[in-house]
């Protein structure tokens, strides 16, 4: 079974230009989450999604940001008009709703972002 | 507000044990748990444990629970090189529904 993938790995742009992520969730998971972790800080929840509706926004930084999940499948994280500070790793997690377990979130490995 | 607090950096012989530890605020805390990433790699759960237990072990991996002092710790047994990685200690509610707060991971050296 595929995990969860992201894209691009690498993300190189200037100040002001706009960037979009996409993240591709384990199949039939309907949990969906965007992380970020700026450069020697801690990884930093940014919003949830529950199928297509944003369960939580609330760790978005401001309306640059713009998630969405349209299907409730896959998803995007589009900045613009990026800034400096918008550096990172930006990670996608998905998880699947009603387990028994731990819910565990799994995670992509990352989309680096660079804004020069 | 929650914040998950953890030292930077471990560095330990192979074959040794290695001991990291984690302080967290939230008393809410439902889930804690250990995220292993690796040079290159996303996150990988490594171990979790309920707030109503104090210890759990699995294989090499002990992990401890002060929730008095809302202290954690992960004990990896007979450390190999292949542990080298970052360890995020991280607290959770609700099993995994809502978000996840991490703390800034403490690299782990293995010295062969």
């Known amino acids: 079974e595929a995990g969860v993938t992201q894209f691009p790995s690498h993300s190189v742009i200037e100040k002001g230009q706009t960037v979009t992520l996409r993240c591709d969730p384990i199949?039939?998971?309907?949990?969906l989450y965007w992380y970020r972790r700026v450069m020697g800080k801690e990884i930093k929840f940014l919003l949830h999604?529950?199928?297509?509706?944003?369960?939580?926004e609330s760790g978005m930084p401001n309306n640059r940001f713009l998630a969405e999940r349209t299907g409730g499948t896959y998803s995007t994280l589009k900045v613009q008009p990026a800034e400096l500070e918008d550096s990172g790793v930006y990670f996608c997690a998905s998880s699947q709703e009603g387990l028994a377990s731990s819910n565990e979130q799994f995670f992509g490995p990352g989309t680096r972002l660079t804004v020069l | 507000g929650e914040d998950v607090e953890q030292s930077l950096f471990l560095s330990v012989r192979e074959g040794d044990s290695s001991v990291i530890n984690c302080t967290y605020t939230?008393?809410?805390?439902?889930?804690l748990y250990w995220y292993k990433q690796e040079p290159g790699a996303g996150l990988q759960l490594l171990t979790y444990?309920?707030?109503?237990?104090d210890m759990k072990q699995d294989q090499r991996l002990t992990v401890l629970l002060n929730k008095k002092d809302k202290h954690l710790s992960l004990r990896i047994a007979d450390t190999q090189t292949g542990d080298s990685a970052i360890y995020f200690c991280a607290e959770g509610e609700s099993g995994g529904y809502q978000k996840v707060t991490f703390g800034i991971g403490t690299k782990l050296q293995v010295i062969p």
């Open positions: 999604f529950v199928k297509e509706s944003k369960q939580d």
């Open positions: 199949s039939g998971h309907d949990n």
């Open positions: 939230d008393s809410s805390s439902t889930y």
């Open positions: 444990i309920f707030s109503n237990m």
